[in-house]
């Protein structure tokens, strides 16, 4: 018997946070369906493995507006020519610049959209015609979906009241995350530092706070000083992360000896995460951050920023509304989450961190057992069947 069709689309397949979940979630579908994964462009270095061969829709990234309005047009075309000889049951786009797609070429598939972060509040957005964006393309585009998914309670309330789209078309689906109990599996081709080590794991960008992280860790060596600090991936402000690290008089590069250790990008992060003294998060804005997820499915103390709006929720405080401002941590379950990292905070990040280092703080074993019942596999795939009506 012949599975029904579904196409994911995504602009491209490097390493990120959106493409890792692109790819878990074609996996778990392609047990009940046949998944065809769609980019924009093959040129570019694919990171992921998928359960079928990828087809690009041949259009490079542009940089001048004429070219980028030439390049939509034969998005258009191409996509839509592939959805008439495929006769998918229903279209699944990752990232603003699919969805779109995904809308204007609508036809008779159910037309869905995984929205994975805040269009109000991720600083990338309001880099490229933010008002045009939130004004006119989202609000009209977005309200022709047949469904949207969102990761997070936050984003479906920042959907409803910011972009006026009707709260019964927007269903939120925790991310799921595969396998990480099997860290143990993983190659022993990971290198690990032999020292007690601090660990942050995603895309090296401006929006992650790193350089905080990195200040916090430079005090930190006051008081444990052979504790390092792992950066578990690629982005483009590796060369200024290292030149900051360096400008603080710590050793950073590829050695696994270097104080700040540049480890690189890895498609299996447990190893890392199962290893560490505690996992750091600084960022102005997620979603549903993977690694944040993986940590606590891990039993790994996690010490975060609470930005709109993934963190809040992981650590099941609410909606993730009400951005902690006030000079204070709150602790649960998972570890703390603390106001972003500037001069009046970094004692507090210092104080949470020292706790889990000196165990004056360990992780509610209740705590991960209800996260692991949140991301299983079976709510995962039953919510997205539920979504695709497939039930």
Known sequence: MNKLKIIMIIPELTMGGAQNSFARLAWVLSKEFTV????????????????????????RPANGKIQKL?????????????????SPIACISFL????????????????????????????NMHAYFFSLRKKILIPFLYKRADSIVTVNKGIKEELINHFNIRADRIHVIYNYIEEVMNCDKISNLSVIPNNPYLLYSGRLA??????????????????????????????????????????????????????????????????????SVACL???????????????????????????????????????????????????????FLLPTIHIETENLWLDSILQIIQKRKSFDEKFRKRFMKRTSEKVFLDSWKKTLHYE
């Open 70 to 86: 030439f390049n939509l047009i034969k998005r258009i075309r191409n996509f839509s020519k592939l959805k008439n000889e495929i």
């Open 96 to 123: 603003e610049g699919a969805d779109y797609l995904n809308v204007l070429t609508k036809k008779k598939e159910l037309v869905v959209l995984s929205v994975r972060g805040s269009k109000l509040h991720d600083p």
């Open 206 to 275: 401006h929006e992650k706070g790193i350089y905080g992280i990195i200040n916090v860790y430079s005090s930190l060596l006051k008081f444990v000083p052979k504790l390092q600090l792992v950066l578990l991936g690629n982005g483009p402000e590796e060369m200024r992360i290292t030149s900051f690290a360096k400008s603080l008089n710590l050793s950073v590069g590829q050695n696994p000896n270097d104080q700040v250790f540049l480890a690189g990008s890895k498609q299996n992060t447990s190893v890392y995460i199962k290893n």
């Open 36 to 59: 065809v994964p769609i980019v924009f462009d093959e040129g570019l270095t694919s990171f992921y493995k998928l359960p079928q061969d990828v087809i690009s829709l041949g259009t």
């Open 281 to 335: 998060l600084n960022s102005v804005s997620e979603g549903f951050p993977n690694a944040m997820a993986e940590s606590l499915l891990l039993g790994k103390l996690v010490v975060t920023s609470d930005c709109p709006y993934g963190p809040k929720e992981l650590f099941e405080l609410g909606e993730g509304k009400d951005i902690v401002s006030k000079p204070f941590a709150i602790e649960t379950g998972g570890g």
